[in-house]
Structures are given as structure tokens and as C-alpha cells.
């Protein structure tokens, strides 16, 4: 799977890993003594749909710490992927400015956006997204391949992570002789194996049973302790929106801050197994 140790592929994977080392100096801003990983201002993005133009994000502006756990809610349809994507890099807005460690995505061409997603974050998919012809190993390096590191060093990385998510046994199966727990393991290896400084998690835990998405969900905040990332998850369960620092809620396109955790508890939560919808 990593590219064969020729010259010719040493030396472009050198150039790759220049690429990345000049583009992405550490240019984050420090703000109340943090410092900032991610600065969304005044987001819109817009689909035309037949003669009617559909508004799913809708100046959305908010900020994510190094380290910090965002967590959004929502009604569905309400643009959550839809901003979700945006950050990640997946889509560009038509207006508004997204920045990760102080550099501005939209300064990048697809190019340089691909090598600088695969060096600094990570994605789960609300579906897994997973390559249906790879196996769950491959799958897993796929983002292995942009980034051009020594393969040394993701050993003993890879070894942990699929020890941890209980993949060791399955890990020349193809995503179709996978279960739908263990496929959405597979999609958070493969979100983690170049050690994101921000993780995006679109629903993980939403097709899980409740012992299921406790542990997804105790993996990604051990991963978030361990490696040092943000952690920014779209979610329906309430009782996990309630353990994040703060909660964002997305209302038609708009993003408001609803609730800080200094602050107690969200409105409406009582505690318990309730969802959002
Ligand atoms: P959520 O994740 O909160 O359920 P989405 O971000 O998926 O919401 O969608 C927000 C709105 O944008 C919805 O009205 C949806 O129909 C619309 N939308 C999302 N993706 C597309 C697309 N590719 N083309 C047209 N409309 C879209
Ligand atoms: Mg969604």
C-alpha cells in the first residue's frame, strides 16, 4: 500500500512533505491565552436546487481551540454537514473565511488543500465513505498516501489504533463483510492515522446501539486527550452535546453558541437517553 522505496518515489514523497512544511507553519493566533485551531467567519454556502436557490449554511461564524470539544445539534436538514464539509476542506463557500492554524483554505488550490487535509485533519463521514473495493487496512492508509511520511512512523500508530477499535482480525476484509459497527471503526482509523489536529465527526455515533456509541465516543475523547486535537462532532444525543466545552446549535443555515459547560447544562436536558429530534 505505501509507495515502493525507489528513488524516483523518495523523492516525491520529499517534495510532497516540502509542500506541506512550507505551507503550514505553525501561524495559529492566540486569543485569551489559546491558541485558535479553527476560525470560521461568516460562512454561506448555497445550492441551487431546480429554480430555487437552498441556503444550507447562512453566515455561520464561530471559533475552536486547540484541544477543545465543539459539539453541534440540530434539526435534519438544518446545514450541519453541509458546515461540517466546508471546514474540513471538502467544500468551498461562496462567501466567508475558513482558517485552520492561521492559514486561509481559500488561498489554497485543490492541490495543496488535499495535502493540507491529509496532514492536519481529520474526517467521519455521516455515511463511512469507505472505499467499497479496499480492504479495511487499505481503507485505513488511504490518507497514509497524501501525506508522504516514513512509514516507520505509523506503525506503531496503526498497531494501537487497531488494537483499541478491535479491528485486528478484520483488517483484510472488504467493507462489505464488515458490520456496520465495524465499518464505522475502520472510517475512525482511517480519520486518525495521520494524527489530525482537528477531528470533524459527522454523527458517529448515530447508527450505534447505546454501549456501541459510548465506546465510539469514549475513543474519540482518549484520542483527543492522547494526541492533543479539537474535536468537533454533529450529534443528536444530547447526553453527549452535554459533555462537550460548548455547544453550537444550527437553526435553517444559522449557527448560534447554545450552551458553554461553565454554564451547566443545556436547555431542555434533563438528563438521560434524549435526542435532539
Ligand atoms: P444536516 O446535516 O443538518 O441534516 P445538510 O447540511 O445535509 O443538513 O443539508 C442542509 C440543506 O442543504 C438541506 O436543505 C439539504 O437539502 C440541502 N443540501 C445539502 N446538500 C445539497 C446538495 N448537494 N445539493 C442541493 N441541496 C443540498
Ligand atoms: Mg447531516
Not at 447526553?239 to 453550537?248: M, P, T, Y
Amino acid at each position: 500500500m505505501y509507495p515502493k522505496k525507489d528513488k524516483k518515489a523518495e523523492a516525491a514523497r520529499r517534495a510532497m512533505q516540502e509542500a506541506i512544511d512550507n505551507h503550514t507553519a505553525d501561524l495559529a493566533p492566540v486569543v485569551d491565552g489559546r491558541k485558535v485551531i479553527l476560525e470560521v467567519t461568516d460562512v454561506i454556502r448555497q445550492y441551487n436546487q431546480y429554480d430555487e436557490v437552498v441556503t444550507a449554511v447562512n453566515r455561520a461564524s464561530f471559533r475552536v481551540f486547540m484541544g477543545e470539544f465543539v459539539a453541534i445539534v440540530g434539526a435534519s436538514g438544518s446545514g450541519k454537514s453541509t458546515l461540517l464539509h466546508l471546514c474540513a476542506g471538502l467544500d468551498r463557500p461562496q462567501a466567508g473565511s475558513i482558517v485552520v492554524r492561521g492559514h486561509k483554505l481559500e488561498n489554497m488550490n485543490e492541490d495543496e488543500l488535499g495535502k493540507f487535509r491529509g496532514s492536519f485533519l481529520g474526517m467521519i463521514f455521516q455515511s463511512h465513505h469507505l472505499i467499497p473495493h479496499l480492504t479495511a487496512l487499505e481503507n485505513i492508509l488511504v490518507p497514509t498516501l497524501m501525506c508522504g511520511r516514513d512509514e516507520i512512523s505509523y506503525d506503531q500508530h496503526l498497531k494501537l489504533l487497531v488494537a483499541s477499535l478491535d479491528l485486528a482480525d478484520r483488517l483484510h476484509h472488504l467493507p462489505s463483510e464488515l458490520s456496520g459497527g465495524q465499518q464505522q471503526r475502520v472510517a475512525i482509523a482511517r480519520a486518525l492515522i495521520n494524527r489530525p489536529q482537528i477531528l470533524f465527526a459527522d454523527e458517529p455515533t448515530g447508527n450505534l446501539d447505546r454501549a456501541n456509541a459510548e465506546d465510539v465516543l469514549q475513543l474519540l475523547l482518549d484520542t483527543r486527550a492522547e494526541m492533543g486535537c479539537a474535536l468537533v462532532m454533529v450529534t443528536h444525543d444530547l447526553s453527549i452535546a452535554a459533555r462537550a466545552d460548548r455547544v453550537f446549535k444550527m437553526e435553517g443555515g444559522r449557527l448560534r453558541l447554545w450552551n458553554n459547560r461553565l454554564d451547566g447544562i443545556l436547555p431542555g436536558y434533563e438528563g438521560g437517553e434524549e435526542s435532539y429530534e
